[in-house]
């Protein structure tokens, strides 16, 4: 009779099966990185972020913009389609929340695209604030090599998003450690009405996170220069503004690529956990 009941008590019926309701003053608006492999198999990199957000009652919109271009035509795509959420739905204002790149397309739009009045608060994942040691090294690979991969890479992009020509090298460029300290950043003043925020991510060397032995080499050499780092970009070039945390999931596991059994709650609870967040502080 006990075996019985132990069983049946794994079928126990919650009174509330569904998600948990996250209630936000305005809605979510994400804005990916550089890339476009996941979009292969999904409608854009930061789908599944998104449909986990409407899962939990938030109204989120997860846009693609041009994968591989330089920060500045980003931004002005970003811009783009912020104006035209916001007008389509009669948004006073959104929440924005960037991965990677995607972070330094929006500080570039907020200060030089007139997009401030527009965003309540910005927060970003794993966006290199102070550059990556990634695209430097990516850049030391033989010129020969990297014209025959960046043709590649370029034709991709054309193909999957035709509306903007993609310069692969040109934006790996405007990654490196010394283009974002030195150009990017004394040229993109945080913004002072926007309340920002940061998670940065460690996987590999240095943590007690496994990490995809294809990343192993970069993420060595990021952390024999950075520190600690989630494949492609280090936890002090994350932090940006307020500093909600650091998680433990590599660079792609963030956007629900190559996520195992293992990492699967760690990636749903980081992203309800960006929104509750976001609701405990009023936004």
């Known amino acids: ?162 509306q903007e020509k993609s310069d692969a090298i040109g934006s790996v460029e405007q990654l490196t450690l010394n283009y974002v300290r030195t150009t990017f950043n004394p040229a993109t003043p945080p913004p002072e009405h926007i309340p920002i925020f940061s998670y940065s991510a460690a996987v590999g060397k240095g943590t007690e996170s496994s990490l995809n032995p294809i990343f192993k080499f970069q993420n060595t050499q990021i952390y024999e220069h950075e520190g600690i780092n989630d494949s492609f970009v280090s936890v002090e070039s994350a932090t940006w503004g307020e500093h909600l945390g650091t998680v433990s999931l590599s660079h792609l596991n963030q956007i629900n690529v190559q996520v195992n059994k293992e990492n699967r709650p760690v990636y749903y609870n980081f992203w309800a956990g960006v929104v509750k967040k976001l609701a405990e502080m009023g936004f």
């Open 1 to 162: 009779m006990s075996e019985k009941k132990s069983l049946l008590t794994r079928f126990a019926l919650k009174e509330f099966p569904q998600p948990e309701i996250v209630q936000l003053k305005y809605p979510v608006f994400l804005c990916h990185g550089y890339g476009a492999i996941s979009s292969l198999v999904k409608p854009s990199p930061l789908h599944d972020p998104c449909m986990l957000m409407r899962e939990h009652g938030v109204m989120a919109f997860a846009p693609n913009i041009v994968p591989y271009a330089c920060i500045e035509t980003r931004a002005k795509n970003w811009a783009r389609l912020i104006r035209q959420v916001c007008n389509q739905h009669h948004f006073e204002k959104i929440n924005i929340v960037a991965h990677s790149m995607g972070g330094l397309d929006i500080r570039h739009a907020i200060a030089h695209m007139d997009i401030e009045d527009n965003v309540a608060s910005f927060t970003t994942l794993a966006t290199p604030h102070r550059g990556t040691y990634l695209a430097d090294l990516i850049l030391k690979t033989p010129e020969t090599l990297t014209e025959k991969i960046s043709e590649v890479v370029d034709w991709f992009g054309n193909n999957v998003y035709p």
